[in-house]
């Protein structure tokens, strides 16, 4: 079973230490978005075949994913940058230091563990045609050999 952690909450970002005591607790709960069912998940090894994390901010997870990747799980980083203008997103940390954040990933883990996401392309009257073709090319430029695969949407 793929553990997808944090599709919809950025686990990385603001929740590490819960995902940590769940880890070792073995297991954590679930509840069924269209039944509204609770569901009891398996995190031990033997149930587990990868985790895969999604955040626009991995710095405060960075220590909990070397203790991921020690326990032996395999995992994946969903990792969306988009430098969008700060009156789009006031709070996410600027794409400097998530793209030095992805080469420190590759260089612990390897490109293939961090997948870059440009996700969701907004196009408003200061995010042009024209501003995403050059943002992708400078971000494409400022992260090559750090990951091998893009993922791109469209709002």
């Avoid at 079973?1 to 919809?8: L, N, P």
């Avoid at 970002?13 to 269209?34: K, S, T, V």
């Avoid at 980083?77 to 709070?91: C, F």
Wanted: proline share 5%.
């Amino acid at each position: 079973m793929i553990i997808s952690a944090s599709y919809k909450t950025d686990i990385p970002a603001f929740y590490g230490e819960w995902f940590l005591n769940r880890l070792q607790a073995g297991f954590c709960g679930m509840i069924n978005p269209y039944n509204k069912k609770a569901y009891k998940i398996s995190l031990k090894k033997e149930d587990v075949d990868g985790f895969v994390f999604w955040t626009k901010n991995l710095h405060p997870f960075m220590d909990k994913l070397d203790l991921v990747h020690q326990l032996g799980f395999p995992m994946m980083v969903q990792y969306t940058i988009h430098a969008y203008p700060k009156a789009l997103e006031t709070s996410v940390i600027s794409s400097t230091k998530s793209i030095d954040l992805m080469k420190e990933i590759a260089g612990r883990y390897g490109p293939h563990v961090a997948v870059w996401r440009y996700d969701p392309i907004i196009f408003t009257s200061i995010t042009t045609i024209d501003y995403h073709i050059q943002n992708f090319e400078r971000l494409a430029n400022q992260l090559e050999g750090s990951t091998d695969e893009v993922v791109v949407s469209f709002a």
